[in-house]
């Protein structure tokens, strides 16, 4: 301890929402692709990505980093819509107009030594005539195709981020697809690169005039394999310099799994235990994982008051019919679940869409969308598990690569709050 009280280590985990973690493991290779896939221009499938995982998975840290490269590296210009939040998509791109307009013809400099991607280099002046206010069009597919046809013309492109998606509006997503399908179609550089809840594509199977987003074939973010969510631990920690002893790990990971917004809890926790020693041990490592714990069954239980009896059942009995690979026959669910199948179908519905506990990804299949819920649930009812900390062969928490059909996590806005509030510096820019 010094004096002043200041630590002689910064924490440099990051457990929140939307907040770049000090070190994004096992992500390189889903972040290359989708740069490949918006490198190879527009007309293609691929120029559209969807990218669909739970919550707390590292979607929106996939997307920053996505932003970063293309703005820095390629000199491009990009577009940020947060769905459900603020404003419909119209607002967002009519205000930004103006600005991604002279981010297109004003100078920009690209780094491109030392990456395999990239375009000319240099700085680029655009002879564009710049008086155009005027001849501002009005809709979003006038918008969309007019910034287009100057990214074409300025040897740029416009890459319009979506997060959220599944919580877009109904006008907004209709609007975006078809605009997006006309200048996909025109081979005008407008990339989409959206990402969301695995419930998203339900949603937009809903939409009138969203098939074109709908039809993209969604690259699945799940949790990181286990040599990679080490990484997510350790790197942070020879980054700053500070000792540890290798064992900490096992006991770190017992808890978050392969899931990084656990993952940053666990290391923030075990990295305050450690307070000013000049190693983190496993004392620290076993009380920073007891208080990540604690804090993941806080939003399990916060989740469990919320649902009625009726709901509790019906989770029972997907639980009963799991699989190995972690879904669940609904069918059999139903038949478990009992009463009419209206009623079982409304059940199931608000699980799905209310809660977002549970997620379909093909017919007659359930998953849990919250990792680490199911044991949860089964540890509360006393059952199978011996070792609170031990996830058992088909957890989430297990899970493999970073790119696959495995499931992961889903936690709802309620716990974006709670994670907030007992982490405060999340919040920091
Ligand atoms: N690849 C990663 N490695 C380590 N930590 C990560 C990684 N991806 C995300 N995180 C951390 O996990 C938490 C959730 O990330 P976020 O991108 O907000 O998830 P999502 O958008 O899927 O809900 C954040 O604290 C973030 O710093
Ligand atoms: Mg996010």
């Known amino acids: 301890m010094t004096d002043t009280g200041m630590r002689a280590y910064a924490n440099p985990f990051n457990a929140g929402f939307g907040v770049d973690p000090p070190y994004m493991a096992g992500r390189d290779g889903v972040v290359h692709r989708i740069l490949a896939d918006l490198r190879d221009g527009p007309g293609r499938a691929r120029y559209i990505t969807v990218a669909l995982g739970d919550r707390g998975v590292g979607k929106t840290t996939i997307e920053n980093r996505l932003r970063d490269y293309v703005t820095a590296e390629f000199g491009w210009a990009t577009l940020r819509w947060t769905a459900g939040l603020e404003s419909p998509f119209a607002a967002t791109l009519n205000d930004a107009y103006d600005t991604i307009r002279s981010q297109l013809t004003g100078p920009r400099r690209r780094h491109v030594a030392g990456t395999k991607i990239g375009f000319n280099a240099g700085v680029v002046h655009a002879d564009i005539d710049l008086v155009a206010g005027s001849q501002r069009p009005t809709t979003v597919a006038g918008q969309l195709r007019s910034l287009g046809t100057l990214a074409r013309d300025t040897n740029s492109a416009v890459v319009v981020f979506v997060d959220e998606l599944q919580a877009g509006d109904s006008a907004s997503l209709a609007a975006l697809s078809t605009a997006i399908q006309e200048t996909n179609g025109e081979r005008l550089p407008v ?3 959206a990402v969301g809840l695995p419930t998203a594509r339900v949603r937009l199977r809903n939409i009138r005039g969203a098939t074109f987003i709908e039809r993209q074939r969604p690259i699945v973010i799940g949790n990181l394999n286990d040599s990679d969510a080490r990484d997510a631990l350790e790197r942070p920690m020879i980054d700053a310099d500070r000792n540890y002893e290798p064992a900490i790990f096992p006991v770190m990971l017992a808890v978050a799994g392969g899931y990084p917004y656990a993952i940053q809890l666990v290391g923030e926790h ?31 239980l916060e989740r469990w008051e919320q649902l009625t009896q009726r709901q509790r059942d019906y989770l029972a009995a997907v639980i009963q019919h799991l699989t190995t690979d972690g879904s669940a026959p609904s069918n059999l669910v139903a038949a478990t679940y009992g009463t009419d199948t209206r009623s079982a179908a409304q059940t199931r519905a608000a699980l799905i869409d209310h809660h977002q506990l549970l997620y379909s990804d093909s017919p007659n299949s359930l998953r849990f969308a919250l990792p680490g819920f199911e044991l949860w649930i089964r540890r509360q009812s006393g059952a199978t598990r011996t070792h609170p900390h031990t996830p058992p062969p088909n957890a989430p928490t297990t899970t493999t690569t970073p790119v696959s059909n495995n499931d992961h996590p889903t936690v709802g806005r309620r716990v974006e709050q709670i994670a907030d509030r007992q982490t405060p510096r999340s919040t920091r820019p």
């Open 191 to 193: 990339a989409l690169v």
């Open 270 to 300: 075990t990295w305050d235990q450690a307070g000013d020693n000049d190693t983190i041990t496993v004392a620290h490592a076993t009380q920073g994982a007891r208080l990540a714990q604690g804090d993941l069954d806080t939003i399990y």
